[in-house]
């Protein structure tokens, strides 16, 4: 065993490959120009339709569907499937009940996060699991090197391992059978009558209005086979992701696109779906979670769905070190509009004495309105607090007038837009 398992770090080397179309490449190619399309995590992905900023308000005023069968699906389940999941997940995977869904965190025993995912509890010892599509390999092979027993499970019994191996099965995979899922989301307050146009039943119907957050059911959509999910990444509290059978995606998505003509439901892209999350104030992995400033869960706001009160998850030893913490993630909401420079992921924050107190990890601009959010020293973040923005030079020239290409935290620099922190997340 290696010295960086014996820590309990997994290292896991992405491998890069060509990517590939979406399962839905070619219905985008009529919306929209190969231009437009874009790699994303190994998939060939529109990144916008017709505007960012006009998909961006369709999921605010009407709705919009998305293309997530990039996401990562898979099934855990059979005997022992409730207990594995407890110890690989921080949140009581217990206290699920069948139709209902929880976000959690997947972390490795020297407390670093490999994902945070959706865990859907199917059945008694029948879970679904969406993953990040970037982090999709990576947590095949966690999970593989975790039933194979190759990996240090907790840094204080290096000998300790897990009881139990449950089946998992890649659920994008068709060779996986009849109930294969693949993801396609319809978010904003139109989406409940876009989905009853799809059925005459009045029970399903009566399902689909009344269903809340993190709860889904299992019915049929135009004669298709379908998981309605309350759940999504754009901070409408209407919004819903219906996971279907690869081989139905293009039927599915077609029938959505149909019955969505007289609610305002518009194609959207990689660009509003960042766009969204932002003014929503959700996380990214990479951004406001991990990423090079190695965010932790409590820092990002989400120290709620890392249980430490469990007995055991792997991680907990390492993570409960990181509960009291000197940085967080707030959101702002930031100067836009014709004429002004947007603010980038890296800009650095300042307080009142011109002092960097933080970065921005993720910034957008919708119209008039902009949004950011940024990691910083949490004695400053209180809600309706001013704060300054540096930028970062974007040029070879801007470097060669003085500007700064990094900053640290203490910099004395000088403001040049400003930023107003909100409240943390959104609903719309």
Known sequence: MTEKQYTGQFHYEVTEAEPRPSLLYQRHLRLTKRSRMANFAGYIMPLWYSTPSKEHQAVRRAAGIFDCTHMAVLEVAGPGSTEFLHAVTSNDIKKLIDGKAQYSFVFDAAGNILDDIIVYRRGDEQYMLVVNAA???????YFNALQNRRVVIDTETPEKQLEHQP????MKDTFAGKDCRVDIAVQGPTTNAILCRLSDDLQIREKIN????????????DGINCIISRTGYSGSSTGVEVFVHPEKAVKLWDALMEAGKNFGLEPCGLASRDSLRIEAGLPLYGHELNGKHDISPF??????????????????????????????????QTVSGKGT??????D????????????????A?????GFAQAYIDKKYAEEKKHLGIYY????????????KTSADLGDKLESETHGTIVSRSAKF
């Not at 089946?167 to 890649?170: C, L, T, V």
């Not at 650095?348 to 910034?363: D, H, M, Q």
């Not at 974007?394 to 007038?401: A, D, G, M, N, Y």
Request: hydrophobic residues 40%; positive net charge; contains cysteine.
């Open 341 to 346: 420079r947007p603010v980038r992921a890296d």
């Open 210 to 221: 009344s269903l809340t957050a993190f709860r889904f059911f299992e019915t049929e959509l």
């Open 365 to 369: 601009a919708v119209d008039s309105d």
């Open 392 to 403: 970062l030079a974007r040029s070879k020239r801007q470097v060669e007038q003085g500007k």
């Open 135 to 141: 982090n999709e390999s990576k947590i095949k092979a």
């Open 299 to 332: 820092e990002a706001g989400y120290g709620w769905a890392v249980k430490l009160r469990k007995r055991f998850f792997i991680g907990k030893n390492q993570i409960k070190k990181r509960k009291n913490y000197k940085m967080q993630i707030v959101r702002l």
């Open 167 to 170: 089946r998992i099965r890649d």
């Open 348 to 363: 650095a924050v300042l307080n009142s004495k011109g002092e960097c107190i933080g970065w921005i990890t993720s910034a």
